[in-house]
């Protein structure tokens, strides 16, 4: 087992779940924070867009203006949220689990034309998580789950071609160490047990708990 790490020097835990849509990221965060709970671990659910304020901007002028303007509004919001439910919860030892982060930005945006670099640079702001998962299926996959599925940006996942290329991203982020894959097209038991078998070796927290009990 792996020390635990923190990204605020010795407090909290921040953990991520990145995909497409339809990938499963909403019911595993949500799963992963309730085996926390469960663990006596005090932990929080948060997600991005987080403001809806800024959801209803990137809405309206993100997709009218294209991947800039999407860029420099999700990077807003993802300041406010770090500021307003991040950084405040992980200064109180709390584990933050965020369905969506900044890898969201660099993969989508970066799909629909942005210079990936320039992402980066626009998001330098972010707390580095201390683990990132990222929950891969192909375009067709998720389209398949889309009836189910909990996007706020819908127009964002309509172009295969285009979600081909986020799903491109997001593996080369993989491949550089900034994301750890997971299948997530097998059963939800299954991707549960590999995600807490990660979530342990990384960080330390749930080794041992009852994933499909």
Known sequence: M????SGLRGRGVFIVFEGIDGAGK???AKAVVDLLIK?????????????????????????RFGSVMETLLM??????????????????GKTVVSDRYHFSSVAYQGARGADVKWVLQVNSFV???DLAIYLDVPPEVGLQRKKVSSTRIR????????????????????SSGDLEEVDAT?????VMQECVRIICERTGLLCGAAVCS
């Open 39 to 63: 663990s006596g671990i005090d932990s929080v659910y948060t997600y991005e867009p987080y403001s809806e304020l800024f959801t209803k901007l990137i809405r309206e002028y993100g997709k």
């Open 186 to 190: 097998k059963d939800l038991c299954s």
């Open 127 to 129: 707390l580095k998580p």
């Open 75 to 92: 990077a807003a919001d993802r300041y406010y949220h770090i500021k307003e439910v991040i950084e405040p919860a992980l200064h109180l």
């Open 26 to 28: 909403t019911t595993v």
């Open 2 to 5: 792996r020390e635990v790490r």
């Open 155 to 174: 127009y964002l996942e309509e172009d295969h071609e285009v979600m081909e290329d986020v799903r491109r991203i997001y593996k080369e982020l993989v």
